[in-house]
Nanobody
Framework: QVQLVESGGGSVQAGGSLRLSCVAS????????MAWFRQAPGAEREGVAA????????YYTPSVEGRVTISKDNAKNTVYLEMNSLKPEDSAMYYC?????????????????WGQGTQVTVSS
């Protein structure tokens, strides 16, 4: 059973950057699809980015494509989300998630392992 702990959130101004980290324990990230989701108050949880277990495929929601990069370091058992050119609409709680074979890589309903989240706030 994999456990996930996120960090790296914070408050930045529009146009700024943040790098979120997700450290896994209990299992290795190389066995899982890893993903980042976000949820703003009153909104549904949405997929931001995902990476296939072998790293061969990356998935991004259109609103972040070109601004966000997902990556992972198997040796550190850590997944990263590099976010640039941040916008106020990127403000949300960001969650790291893992699953062995999600049917849809950016759909939260197919992920069974979740971290507690890290808050990102972008001011205009």
């Amino acid at each position: 059973q994999v456990q996930l702990v996120e960090s790296g959130g914070g408050s930045v101004q529009a146009g700024g950057s943040l790098r979120l980290s997700c450290v896994a324990s209990g299992d290795t990230v190389s066995r899982y699809y890893m993903a980042w989701f976000r949820q703003a108050p009153g909104a549904e949880r949405e997929g931001v980015a995902a990476i296939r277990s072998d790293g061969s495929n990356l998935y991004y929601t259109p609103s972040v494509e070109g601004r966000v990069t997902i990556s992972k370091d198997n040796a550190k058992n850590t997944v990263y989300l590099e976010m640039n050119s941040l916008k106020p609409e990127d403000s949300a709680m960001y969650y790291c998630s893992a699953d062995r074979r999600p049917l849809i890589p950016l759909s939260p309903r197919y992920y069974n392992h979740w971290g507690q989240g890290t808050q990102v706030t972008v001011s205009s």
